[in-house]
């Protein structure tokens, strides 16, 4: 197959950390212990649904007298190419794994559900029902956020001294706020949808044909998706049952106007806002909000120690430079003497994935009085009949996703979730007992 040819057919895909990352390498290669490249990595979806590495490009920017530095690695079989390849591997994890925990998981649930909150009890009073619906969704997340900044992502925490943008980790997550956090990209459809990964089709279950069908996240997350909709269609369509309702309701207006243009502020001219004067506008971006702080979070958050638990599977920082990277003689003829050890001078330190390790063992870790969705129903939407039936059927709606999951991961025919060695995926499931369960998903971001 050419690569037209796989372009055409949706069989390329791209994990591209280039532009976020290039402008930060030189200043990050200055601090002490850490190495930091643009990187891209290319994959090629195979006929069983996998996704294989084909190549990564790394590149460094030109600095003082020298020239920019750019270079290919590849799978292959012959032992320099192959060493190479796994310190390149390396390299890539780390820019992962810094992605993940400063935007993925911090920025995208964590730090943009502020606004939310603060809008929310600014300008909502407590009786008003979408104070109501929303306020399981944001218990004890600001205190958490609290602590994290005492922390996790203070200066010298846990965050700057063991993964790659060290001392620029909040400033890289900041960028990356600028350059890509849209709220309406925030639901999980045109979150897809803007990543590739999904395309619009009526005949397709939930209206979205995936670009890779087993694809966990996405298949769980739409039927999860699709549950928290309906609860928040019944729920909005019964205190606003004509459109005007949503135009009149000052309170609710101001909220909203609030979060745009007070809570992101920099980005209140932005043309992607969602309007606010129907019913089903406030049902998209109240769905969109829970979403963040239900299935988002638990996604990216409880599976963090069974997947990077064993720092070698997702180092989070790379300490040494490619050994192609202007190597002396000396320190070429070292990499191909001992290519263990530049592996293990690239990974982590010991007290960098000690530490790591035990804060992955906390947040990945369910307490006993973990409030999962649709679990125990709110006072307030008892006292509501027809809320407390539309509850009864969200809950009982979450009990048959469970299933759903279960029924998925014995699949053999799905192997992402399935095989030899392959962790089940069942982060989306929504119950869990406590501990690191690696499933569970909680009314809110409480860790």
């Not at 990209?185 to 979150?191: Q, T």
Request: contains cysteine; charged residues 20%; glycine residues 6%.
């Amino acid at each position: 197959m050419t690569v037209e040819e796989a372009v055409q057919q949706k069989k390329l895909f791209i994990l591209d950390y280039h532009d976020l990352l290039l402008p930060f390498v030189n200043k990050v290669n200055e601090l002490k212990g850490t190495v930091l490249y643009g990187s891209r990595t290319l994959f090629y979806l195979t006929p069983n649904g996998t996704l294989r590495p084909l190549a990564i490009e790394l590149t460094r920017p030109p600095v003082d007298d020298k020239p920019q530095w750019k270079q290919v690695y590849c799978p292959t079989w012959y032992a320099t190419g192959a060493w190479l390849w796994r310190i390149a591997k390396a390299h890539v994890l780390a820019h992962d794994s810094g992605y993940h925990q400063l935007v993925s998981h911090w920025l995208r649930t964590h730090c943009c559900t502020e606004p939310y909150i603060i809008a929310s009890n600014r300008q909502l009073s407590a009786m008003h029902p979408i104070y109501r619906l929303l306020f399981p969704h944001f218990r004890y997340t600001m205190e958490i956020n609290g602590t994290a900044r005492e922390a996790l992502i203070n200066a010298n925490g846990v965050i700057e001294s063991s993964f790659s943008p060290g001392k620029y980790s909040m400033e890289l997550s900041s960028v990356a706020y600028d350059l890509e956090w849209r709220f309406d990209r925030e639901a999980l459809p045109e979150d897809l949808i803007s990543r590739g990964l999904a395309e619009e089709d009526p005949n397709a279950p939930y209206g979205l044909r995936l670009t890779i069908e087993d694809y966990p996240f996405a298949s769980d997350g739409l039927v999860l998706w699709d549950i928290l909709k309906q609860w928040v269609t019944n729920y909005v369509n019964h205190y606003y049952p004509q459109a005007n309702l949503i135009e009149c309701d000052e309170e609710l207006q101001a909220w909203w106007l609030e979060i745009k243009n007070v809570g992101h502020g920099d980005k209140k001219d932005e043309p992607w806002w969602p309007e606010l004067n129907t019913p089903n506008d406030l049902i998209g971006i109240v769905t969109t909000i829970i979403w963040v702080t239900s299935g988002h979070h638990a996604a990216v958050n409880f599976g963090q120690y069974s997947y990077a638990g064993y720092f070698p599977n997702r180092p989070t920082i790379a300490r040494s430079k490619m050994p192609t990277e202007d190597p002396t003689d000396e320190e070429w003829e070292d990499f191909l003497n001992k290519p263990e050890e530049a592996l293990l001078k690239c990974f982590p330190s010991q007290l960098q994935a000690t530490k790591v390790i035990a804060v992955l063992d906390v947040l990945s870790n369910h307490s006993p009085d973990e409030e999962y969705i649709g679990t125990n129903i709110e006072p307030f939407w008892k006292d509501e009949p027809v809320i407390n039936a539309a509850f009864e059927v969200f809950s009982g709606k979450l009990k048959e996703l469970e299933g759903i999951i279960d029924a998925r991961n014995a699949d053999c025919n799905l192997k992402n979730r399935n095989g030899a060695g392959v962790m089940p995926y069942e982060l989306l499931k929504p119950f869990s007992e406590p501990g690191i369960t690696g499933k569970g998903v909680p009314y809110s971001i409480s860790i």
